[in-house]
């Protein structure tokens, strides 16, 4: 069952924008990660949060999580081309290592 | 470190045929994913293993697909006979231990005619 679900499903802004995606989930969590994925390439890992952690930043990056709204959130600052790919989220309900996946934001960032 | 390593990159075959991927995680990792990513269902997990045991398969979709990892370096995900429907981008990934950062290959894509 999809634990993770982003929204929006898409998202089209202006080089140089910031741009923010969510992510909610169901149940509770061990940690909740970000990864990019740029169109025929596989996923990478973009950032890791803890359940005790309430924010975290990685150079343009900076993703929140509020447990008590079972959600998070990825802010990608002074957007660039290069940031155009698809973002998941997905979450480690327990320690079993099955992160359990979104269906992802499609980010398009136009020049 | 090369990263995960799968192959081939491109596969086209015609139903009925076997089809073997093949994955070479990462040297230390411990964990070893195979997900399946469509357009309509997104990502999928298949099956993983830790320390070359299979522990978790449920999202094997039927007996048509085998996954096995006879050592550390290496694992295959065969699927016998392939159908149309197994049309997809398979992605091997690997971890370790506590860290639960997944590394994900290229993937394969895989496409039943």
């Known amino acids: 069952s999809q634990q993770g679900e982003e929204d929006p499903q898409a998202l089209s802004i202006q080089e140089g924008e910031n741009a923010t995606m969510n992510c909610s989930y169901k149940?509770?969590?061990?940690?909740l990660q970000w990864y990019r994925q740029n169109s025929g390439r596989g996923l990478v890992h973009l950032i890791l949060?803890?359940?005790n952690e309430r924010e975290k930043h990685s150079g343009r990056l900076r993703v929140t999580l509020d447990t008590s709204k079972k959600s998070s959130s990825l802010l990608i600052t002074a957007s660039r081309a290069a940031d155009t790919a698809s973002y998941f989220c997905?979450?480690?309900?327990?320690?079993?290592?099955?992160?359990?996946w979104g269906a992802g934001t499609k980010l398009i960032i136009k020049p | 470190d090369a990263g995960v390593i799968q192959s081939p990159r491109h596969e086209v075959t015609e139903m009925g045929q076997e089809v073997t991927l093949r994955c070479k995680p990462i040297?230390?990792?411990?964990?070893l994913f195979w997900y399946r990513q469509t357009m309509m269902r997104g990502l999928e997990l298949l099956i993983y293993?830790?320390?070359?045991?299979?522990?978790?398969d449920s999202g094997m979709p039927e007996d048509r697909f085998s996954a096995k990892m006879p050592n550390a370096s290496f694992s295959t995900l065969k699927i016998q006979p392939s159908e149309p429907r197994d049309s997809a981008v398979y992605f091997c990934?690997?971890?370790?231990?506590?860290?639960?950062?997944?590394?994900f290959g290229p993937g394969t894509r895989l496409l039943v005619l």
């Open positions: 040297s230390g990792h411990d964990y």
């Open positions: 149940t509770s969590i061990n940690n």
């Open positions: 990934a690997s971890s370790f231990g506590d860290q639960e950062t997944q590394y």
């Open positions: 997905a979450t480690n309900p327990n320690s079993n290592y099955q992160l359990i």
């Open positions: 293993f830790n320390n070359n045991v299979p522990i978790d």
């Open positions: 949060i803890r359940s």
